[in-house]
């Protein structure tokens, strides 16, 4: 990555911390990112197996952007032992939010 990109990605993160919003852990980031951009259904075990993370590093994550309201667990109706992670408008909205910031440090080079 060329450090024009780096001083961006800084500048987002910058920009981020500013902003006021909740300060997420890189692997919180990871795990907001893989539900939304990643066709699902995503559960507890297969988004430890994406990470390479145990699923109490998962669901303790998951407890905090739950509190949040970035994702929330729905069980799966199927089977009740299953517990789907899903995606909120909250969390669309902050990552569509995270997004610009990205896209604006871009632009200004």
Do not use: C
């Amino acid at each position: 990555m060329a450090d024009s990109q780096l001083s961006q990605w800084m500048r987002a993160l910058v920009s981020y911390v500013r902003s006021g919003q909740p300060d997420l852990t890189n692997r919180q980031m990871a795990l907001l990112l893989i539900s939304y951009i990643t066709p699902g259904p995503h559960t507890v075990r297969g988004l430890a197996q994406q990470l390479g993370v145990s699923k109490p590093v998962i669901t303790r994550a998951l407890n905090t952007l739950g509190s949040l309201g970035y994702l929330r667990r729905e069980r799966d109706d199927n089977d009740r032992r299953n517990i789907f992670v899903a995606k909120t408008e909250k969390g669309a909205a902050f990552l569509d939010a995270f997004g610009k910031s990205i896209d604006l440090e871009k632009a200004r080079g």
